[in-house]
């Protein structure tokens, strides 16, 4: 009942940074929470950060503390992730997603998902 798509990702040297988006629309009155997971090839689905739609409360994976940045425009229904100091580690298709509840690091509670954008990170 929830619309997502994505945008921002692309191809960037070792150390570079994107800015991936994610516009929310339909029954967007019924999300808690919104989320990026990332996929890579040969590898299962992973957390990667979260965040509360009306207090902004922000969650994120070990691996990307420090580098990425989770923000959200409830105006514009919009979420996005800010990642800095990329790493060929971090090249997957990145999914945002759309959660009822406050299960941020558990895929299986994410009702709704975008189409994903592909961020690949050269060496």
């Known amino acids: 009942q929830v619309q997502l798509v994505e945008s921002g990702g692309g191809l960037v040297q070792a150390g570079g940074s994107l800015r991936l988006s994610c516009a929310a629309s339909?029954?967007?009155?019924?999300?808690?929470?919104m989320g990026w997971f990332r996929q890579a090839p040969g590898k299962e689905r992973e957390f990667v950060a979260a965040i509360s739609w009306s207090r902004g409360s922000t969650y994120y994976a070990d691996s990307v503390k420090g580098r990425f940045t989770i923000s959200r425009d409830n105006a514009k229904n919009t979420v996005y992730l800010q990642m800095n100091g990329l790493k060929p580690d971090d090249t997957a298709v990145y999914y945002c997603?759309?959660?009822?509840?406050?299960?941020?690091?558990?895929?299986?509670?994410?009702?709704?998902w975008g189409q994903g954008t592909q961020v690949t990170v050269s060496s």
């Open positions: 339909g029954r967007t009155f019924s999300i808690y929470a």
């Open positions: 997603a759309a959660s009822p509840g406050a299960y941020y690091s558990d895929a299986d509670r994410y009702h709704s």
